[in-house]
Each structure stands twice: as structure tokens, then as C-alpha cells.
């Protein structure tokens, strides 16, 4: 079914542009050349973005959260592997990807720690990433309430795939 949904866009939207009478060669063209000019202009973005991460990860600080906030996370059956992919997804979703590896080898993919982990990369957003990337390429430099917005839609993420996962699968060491 899927090769065939495929191949009636790959087929129909040049049929349908012709029918339209559109040259539709052109207009490909057209829209490529304006993906290459965004891609141009999210650049300088993005690796503003990379280096703020990798200052953070090599400052410590990631590690230096996790100390202190891993007794009272406890608690709450949030293990303290998994705060700093909690910490990282908002930055980056090749770091926190990067994490969320680390946790399935450590502790094996049947875990509540591996499950944990990725259910909150499935709950949460790139906030930062996206803000500085998407928000860069269109020139909006007053982000109102876009980043606290995000940062609250990404704690209710981790919060409920806490909870989802404690009702699932109970705290399993």
C-alpha cells in the first residue's frame, strides 16, 4: 500500500501540473533552489547551536545537575540516568539520541530506565533547536512566549512519560 501511495505522488503531482498546464520541471527546480538558500541561511544557526551544546556537555554542567538533582528525582522514579537525556533533548535530538544509547547498553533494552528514556524522546521537542534554527532562518529575533512554552510542553512530556511508564511498568530496577 505504501509503494503504492508513493508512487501515485511520484506519478500524479507531474500529471496533475500538467494537467494544470505548469511547466513542472521549472517549478521543481524553482523549489529546490529555495531549499538550498534556507538551508544557506540555517547554517550559521545551527552551529551557533552545536557549540553552545558541546561548551555545556564539556563545562559539566549536565553532570553537575544530575548530582544534585538525582535524590530527589528518585523518588519520584525518575532514575538518574535518564535526567541527563532529559536535560539534552530540549538542546539537541542527535545528543539526547546519543544518551538514549548509552542508557539501552547500560542497563539492556528490557529496563524501566530504557523505557523511560524512550518514551521521553518521544514526549518531548527540540525546543532550543528549534527556536534558534527555525525562528533564525525567518529573522524573528523576539521570541515572546515560544520558549517557555516549549520548555513547559517538554516537562509535561517527561513528567507523563514518567507516569506512564511507573503505571506500565512499575519501577523496575
Known sequence: MST????LFVVGIPLYGTYKKINVFNAFIDGAKQG???????VPHLVAMLVAIGMLRASGF???????????LAHIGMPVDVL???????????AANGILVDIIHQHGGNSYVSYL????MGSTETTFYVIAVYFGV????????????????????VVASI????SLFGYMK
Do not use: K, Q, W, Y
Not at 507516569?163 to 511507573?166: D, E, G, N, P, S
Open 36 to 42: 538550498f538558500e534556507t538551508t544557506i541561511g540555517i
Open 84 to 94: 541527563p537525556l532529559a536535560l539534552m533533548r530540549p538542546f539537541s535530538g542527535s
Open 117 to 120: 528514556a524512550a518514551t521521553i
Open 163 to 166: 507516569i506512564v511508564c511507573h
Open 4 to 7: 503504492l501511495l508513493f508512487l
Open 62 to 72: 549536565f553532570d553537575s545537575v544530575s548530582h544534585v538533582l538525582g535524590p530527589l
Open 138 to 157: 525567518v529573522n524573528i529575533r523576539f521570541t515572546r512566549h515560544a520558549i517557555p512554552a516549549g520548555l513547559i510542553a517538554d516537562f509535561t512530556g
